[in-house]
């Protein structure tokens, strides 16, 4: 990587944790990649600028994988990255969940795929998300090298399908979550390290939200999940979906505080959102449980303009 396409590189990551974390945030999240916050930096009131003086000395390898795990856009690597836009199967902004099914059970995973979207998961299900015109194994291949995670719907005849044991195999490679769906069938191999959860005689809509409360809870995938779910709110441009968003994020008792943080400084930057006296009291109902400030509906004020001046 060139000089100034690393500093380019950290400034945006830079710009990235600024918006989303806290200082605090900040040094608990570069700790996690082993990352000397400790060195000496400037006294400054700028995020941005801190971080940049943080990662100026890590390694590039360390660099990139921030730069993935915070969905900054970048053209390097781009022999193992999938890119998203090249990816027309994820719904902008979801949780990316891959599904690995046997043939014959498509029909059922499709209702899981639709049952999955309230929660923020745009989830593929393998032949009915790739068009006709496309190779249909360099689609699964994309999907599988830009997924979050994936679920292994485990019945008969999954062991022996060859596709399906080599969608878990790339997942196992990529080290990304796996949960296994019990359909009849245990966990195998090293499918059996990973979190199973028992799905025979329950409705498809509580699997979903089981699948959900796994992600917001697991250390691979909670930062994704929330950001992907905070994110679809904020982004609402509609009642019935912004309501919905909100009180699934209301439900969740372990959500950290750098997202709610994050409802409290962007939510009235949406128009629906601040002009709804609804949404804004249930934001500041979960503003008060982390002693955060209320917010209320803003306005711009008004300056008066004599448009008959001359110019």
Partial sequence: MKKLD????????????QQRMTYSDIDSYLKG??????????ITNSKWVYVKEILAPVDEDIILNI???????HHFKEETIVKSNDCNFWAEGYFRL?????SSFKKTTTHLQKALLPFGISA??????????KEWQNEIEKALFSMDALVAILMDGFKESNWCDQE???ALGRNVLIISLRKGMDPYGFLGKYQGLQTNGKKISKVAERIFRIFISNGKTRDKMFSSIIG????????????????????????????????NEKALE???????DSLIEKLNDLFVKFNLSKISHFTELETDVDDDLPF
């Avoid at 730069?67 to 856009?73: Q, T």
């Avoid at 593929?124 to 015109?133: C, R, S």
């Avoid at 949406?270 to 709804?276: C, R, S, V, Y």
């Fill in 33 to 42: 990649f082993k990352i000397d916050i400790g060195i000496q930096t400037s």
């Fill in 270 to 276: 949406n128009d629906m959102i601040n002009n709804t």
């Fill in 6 to 17: 690393r500093l380019e590189l950290i400034s945006l990551i830079g710009r990235e944790l």
């Fill in 98 to 102: 891959f599904l690995s099914h046997i």
């Fill in 124 to 133: 593929f299900v393998a032949h009915k998300d790739i068009e006709p015109t």
């Fill in 232 to 263: 679809l709110f904020l982004r609402s441009n509609n009642l019935t979906d912004a309501e919905a968003k909100l009180n699934l994020i209301s439900s969740i008792d372990n959500i950290p505080v750098k997202y709610v943080e994050r409802l």
């Fill in 67 to 73: 730069a993935d795990e915070l969905e900054i856009k």
């Fill in 168 to 170: 878990v195999g790339a």
